[in-house]
C-alpha cells in the first residue's frame, strides 16, 4: 500500500499560467507494457519521455492526474548545486565521490537544457546565473573554501565580497558565491510538455489509478490498482515522489515542509541578472523571477509532515516570508499574491536514491530530492532508461540504494 500524503496547500503560482492539457483513460481492464511508470509528475515525466524515445512502451498510473502532486508546488530553481555545500558532501561521503556527484549534477543540467530546446517544450525556460549568500550556515571564510573546492572540481565559481554584492546586485551580505549555468522554468509546462512529447510516441495514460499492491519475479512485476484491473510489466518504475510504496525500504530519507510566496509582476524592479538566490542558512531562503517578473520567494522549512498543522502556518509562514524578501530588497513590493505549501522528501547528504530496490531487480525507485528535484528528475531519466535497456551508468553506484 503507497503511504499517503496531501503534497501541497494553498494557491501556487503557476495556476496564474495556463499548461496544456495531458489527457489521461480510466483503466477498465488489465493491460500489459514494458514499463509502467507510477507517478505522474515531473519525475515520471522525464522519465516516459526518455523511455518512449527508446523505444518501450509505456503506461503511466496516477492516484490524483498528471500535474497533480508536487509538481505544481515547486518554485523551480533548477540548480546543478546541490542542497549540501561541497564542502560539507566531501566529508559525509569521500572527496572523489562528492565532486563527481557535483559534476553529474552540473551534466544533467545541461542535458535537461538540451533536451527542453532539442523536444521544442515551451515553459519559459531561462539560461540564470545564481547566488548563494553567506548566512548562518556557512561565513565568508567557509564560502571562500567552498569556491575552492568546487574550482578542484572543475566548477566555476566566483567569490563576491560584501562591497562586491553591494556594488553590483544591492545586497547586504558578507559574501556569496556566483555561479552560471543554472535555469529558472515554469515547472508545470516543463512535465506538461514532456508527457505530451511521450503520449505522440504511443505511451498510455491512466488516471485517477492508483497501486495498491506490487507482485515480482525474475522476469516481470503485476501491479495490482485499487479499482481492480491490473498491469503486467517488463520494469516498474516508482517515480511518486514523496508517496513512497511499501516496497521501497525506509532508509535515509525524511519528509519536510515548506512555504513560498509570489508577488505581483514587477519587472522594473528586478535584481541584476534575475539571478536564483539563496542562503547557506537554516532555515534557509531562496528567491527567484518569473518570465514576467513576478518574484517567488521561499524556505522557512519544518521537519514535520502533518498536512493540517502545515497548511494552517500559511498565513504566518507569509508574513515571515514577506519581511525577509523586504530585507534583501527594500525596493519591491514583498506583499505575497500567491501563497503556498507543500512537503518534499530530503536525505542526510542531499542527494536522491536512484535505482533498483534491494531485492527487486526490476523495479526501480527515484526518491529523496531535497531542493533539486527537478536537476535529480533528469539525472534519474538517465540512469534508470540505461538500466532499463541493460547498460550500466558510470554513476549509477553514487545513487543508488545503500545496503
Request: glycine letters at 8%.
Amino acid at each position: 500500500m503507497p503511504r499517503k500524503l496531501d503534497l501541497t496547500g494553498g494557491t501556487p503560482v503557476w495556476c496564474a499560467y495556463r499548461s496544456a492539457a495531458v489527457p489521461a483513460g480510466r483503466l477498465t481492464r488489465d493491460a500489459k507494457t514494458d514499463v509502467l511508470i507510477v507517478g505522474m509528475g515531473i519525475s515520471g515525466a522525464t522519465m516516459a519521455e526518455a523511455l518512449t524515445r527508446d523505444g518501450h512502451s509505456v503506461i503511466c498510473i496516477d492516484r490524483r492526474g498528471p500535474l497533480k502532486g508536487s509538481t505544481a508546488a515547486t518554485t523551480a530553481l533548477v540548480q546543478f548545486e546541490i542542497d549540501q555545500p561541497l564542502i560539507s558532501l566531501c566529508r559525509m561521503i569521500g572527496g572523489d565521490a562528492a565532486r563527481q556527484a557535483w559534476r553529474r549534477s552540473r551534466l544533467s543540467l545541461l542535458n535537461l537544457r538540451e533536451r527542453i530546446t532539442g523536444l521544442d517544450i515551451r515553459c519559459r525556460s531561462a539560461d540564470t546565473p545564481s547566488l548563494y549568500l553567506a548566512g548562518n550556515r556557512l561565513d565568508a571564510s567557509d564560502l571562500r573554501r567552498e569556491a575552492e573546492a568546487r574550482h578542484e572540481a572543475g566548477i566555476g565559481a566566483s567569490l563576491l565580497t560584501r562591497k562586491k554584492m553591494k556594488e553590483e546586485f544591492g545586497i547586504d551580505r558578507t559574501a556569496a558565491i556566483l555561479s552560471h549555468g543554472n535555469l529558472a522554468l515554469d515547472p508545470r509546462k516543463l512535465t506538461s510538455g514532456l508527457l505530451r512529447r511521450a503520449l505522440e510516441r504511443k505511451a498510455r495514460f491512466y488516471a485517477p489509478a492508483e497501486a495498491i499492491a506490487i507482485d515480482d519475479n525474475r522476469v516481470g512485476v503485476t501491479v495490482s490498482t485499487r479499482d481492480g484491473p491490473a498491469i503486467k510489466a517488463r520494469h516498474l518504475v516508482l517515480t511518486t515522489g514523496y508517496e513512497l510504496l511499501d516496497i521501497v525500504p525506509r532508509m535515509d530519507h525524511r519528509i519536510i515542509s515548506t512555504w513560498a510566496i509570489a508577488t505581483r509582476p514587477q519587472p522594473k524592479k528586478l535584481w541584476p541578472l534575475t539571478a536564483l538566490i539563496w542562503e547557506a542558512s537554516d532555515p534557509y531562503l531562496y528567491i527567484r523571477a518569473t518570465s514576467d517578473g513576478r518574484v517567488i520567494c521561499g524556505g522557512e522549512d519544518e521537519k514535520f509532515t502533518d498536512e493540517e498543522r502545515r497548511d494552517a502556518l500559511i498565513a504566518q509562514k507569509t508574513d515571515r516570508l514577506e519581511e525577509k524578501l523586504g530585507e534583501i530588497f527594500p525596493q519591491l513590493d514583498a506583499a505575497a499574491e500567491f501563497a503556498w505549501s507543500g512537503s518534499f522528501g530530503a536525505t542526510g547528504t542531499g542527494l536522491p536514491i536512484i535505482g533498483s530496490v534491494p531485492g527487486h531487480p526490476r523495479v526501480h525507485a527515484v526518491m529523496g530530492y531535497g531542493g533539486n528535484g527537478i536537476t535529480f528528475s533528469q539525472i534519474a531519466s538517465e540512469i534508470v532508461s540505461a538500466s532499463i535497456a541493460g547498460k550500466e551508468d558510470a554513476d549509477a553506484s553514487l545513487f543508488a540504494f545503500k545496503n
